[in-house]
């Protein structure tokens, strides 16, 4: 038993919770954790951001592609406030983060001190919960208590917030062994699980969509069992991309609003939609008064609360996604569905073409998979929010779990190149790619001096259109080509930004020199990071697209261009 400083137990408890990496930024109301984490900085790696939104997404990406939890440490006031687009995001993607964020002294608190604020009235509705520690002798257990809470049932994130007197305080601490994570369970859920195997049997036209709470090894594994025992088709959301390995035949791609024309085919005229930790987003189902209307809907989830709450269940299980397959794979017999297979496999490629113009002939899909093609398929792709996110997600093909990191549910622009960095961190031999369009770049383009102040070997590739595409998209579909204020014509000379960070940078704009450009930016990338602007022709849209609200069944597949 020691006697320790608040700080020093936060750093202890980090260490016993198996924490090597915190991401953050420093000020008045942390200064007693920063002197602690000098002491402690041959056991936890403190990754410095240029902002504190960075520090966010950078603990997000550390925990998406890992599966640990990602850790941020923020000041008072303006330092916690900036950690709020990123705890957001976590929390729409049920990703575990701590957040542990300085305020002014007890004392003090409810004063207007100088950089104080109600920093857990702010991220109550977006963190699991959230605790202000105004006793030092219990700091050590909030702390274990929001590291247990962040991951048990549907994970998320939590914020800790210890006044700066809270500290410098000392209390007494012992090292405690993990509590470990017990897997929710409803009750009578054999007999669940026994009449959802019952439904399986008896389909003729199964279809399998897995979404993000099956997106981890132990998830994948059960899944591509238990697609071969159903041998039916496959499809993933973008919180799922390589939960099951795309480059199998019966994947059949990405269902909803930029899904692939398979699965809505597969949608239309299945008979049991067979749905794994999901939340049935509105971006995938559509018009929900049309969403498979042949199909008794059987959901596996994790959280009850996402039962019924926006496509009605025919049948519910409730439990980790990855244990309830493993139970129905023990009670599947191996079935035969290979006409309705054929039926949806018809040989159709899953995603549309792309041509570019005479002036700018490179195109995302080549891009992508002229990537997909030098990595093996095996790099883990970060990306920010819009056109280049969903390229990402229809060129790229995942074979792995935890390898899209992208923001799903929040969709925040600016997430990809903190998520990155956290991305990196958390998988050294991994290359690591971030893909973005160059109006989320701009947004947070600082972080390239994270990049490389800490040497962090990241390929940061930017589609520049010069516009903000999937806005501008919806305005030429809806808004009479209405381009109000996506039109960003902005002078920024990219290979003069890399030379400023001290990062090598290329411009690429045609298709002859992709795969040349592309091979030395991934070398580079072995011991220092990249960047990379690819000119593309803004007219180049995200296809097939349904419209807001419209059945998915019937998506767009062709914009003309005549502007």
């Known amino acids: 038993m020691s006697l320790l400083t608040g700080a020093d137990i936060i750093c202890e408890c980090l260490i016993e919770q198996g924490v090597d990496t915190v991401f953050g930024y420093p000020g008045g109301a942390v200064l007693n954790i920063y002197d602690s984490l000098y002491k402690y900085s041959d056991r936890i790696k403190h990754i410095l951001t240029a902002h504190e939104q960075g520090a966010s997404h950078a603990a997000d990406g550390y925990a998406r592609a890992s599966g640990k939890t990602g850790v941020v440490i923020a ?27 300085g305020n002014v002294a007890c004392a003090q608190l409810g004063l207007d001190s100088f950089q104080e604020v109600d920093i857990t009235g702010i991220t109550m509705p977006i963190t699991k919960h959230n605790f202000i520690v105004k006793d030092v002798n219990k700091l050590a257990d909030t702390l274990r208590e929001a590291f247990y809470i962040a991951n048990e049932g549907r994970k998320g994130p939590v914020l800790v917030d210890v006044p700066k007197d809270v500290t410098a305080l000392k209390a007494e601490f012992v090292n405690k062994p993990i509590k470990p994570i017990v897997s929710p369970a409803t009750l009578h859920q054999d007999d669940c699980i026994q009449k959802a195997a019952e439904m399986i049997q008896e389909s003729e036209r199964p279809y399998i969509y897995c979404g993000g709470g099956i997106n981890d090894p132990r998830g994948a594994k059960a899944l591509k069992t238990f697609v071969e025992l159903v041998n039916a088709p496959v499809s993933a959301s973008l919180m799922a991309q390589g939960a099951y390995d795309q480059t199998d035949d019966k994947y059949i791609g990405m269902l909803g609003m930029h899904g692939t024309k398979t699965a809505a085919r597969a949608l239309a005229d299945c008979d049991l939609f067979i749905a794994i930790g999901t939340r049935f987003s509105d971006r995938v189902i559509g018009d929900p008064n049309t969403f498979a209307k042949k199909a008794k809907v059987l959901h596996i989830d994790i959280d009850p609360a996402e039962i019924n709450k926006n496509i009605p269940a025919f049948h519910k299980v409730i439990g980790d996604g990855a244990e309830i397959l493993e139970k129905l794979n023990r009670l599947l017999k191996p079935q035969q569905h290979d006409e309705w297979l054929k039926e949806i496999l018809n040989g159709e490629p899953l995603n549309l073409p792309q041509t570019g113009t005479d002036e700018l002939d490179i195109t995302p899909q080549q ?84 990049l490389s102040k800490h040497n962090i070997p990241v390929i940061e590739l930017v589609m520049n259109n010069n516009v903000l595409g999937m806005v501008r998209q919806w305005q030429r579909l809806f808004y009479d080509k209405h381009f109000s204020q996506t039109t960003l014509d902005r002078p920024t000379d990219y290979i003069k930004l890399g030379e400023a960070f001290g990062i090598k940078t290329f411009s690429l704009t045609k298709a002859a020199d992709c795969e040349k450009v592309l091979c030395e930016a991934l070398e580079i990338s072995k011991s220092a990071p990249v960047l990379i602007e690819v000119r593309i022709d803004r007219d180049l849209n995200v296809l097939p697209m349904v419209p807001a609200g419209k059945s998915v069944t019937e998506p767009i597949t062709e914009i003309i261009i005549d502007d």
């Open 75 to 101: 000041t008072s006031g303006p330092g916690a406030t900036n950690l709020v687009t990123g705890i957001a995001t976590a929390y729409m993607d049920s990703v575990p983060v701590v957040a542990i964020t």
């Open 367 to 450: 891009i992508m998979e002229t990537l997909d093609a030098l990595t093996n398929g095996d790099a883990v792709i970060c990306t920010e929010v819009g056109q280049a996110q969903m390229w990402a997600a229809q060129y790229y093909r995942y074979k792995h779990p935890r390898q899209l990191v992208s923001s799903g549910g929040l969709g925040t622009m600016g997430f990809g190149l903190g998520a990155s960095i956290g991305a990196k961190c958390a998988l050294p031999d991994r290359t690591v790619i971030n893909i973005a369009g160059d109006g989320s770049f701009h947004m947070n383009l600082n972080e390239l001096v994270t």
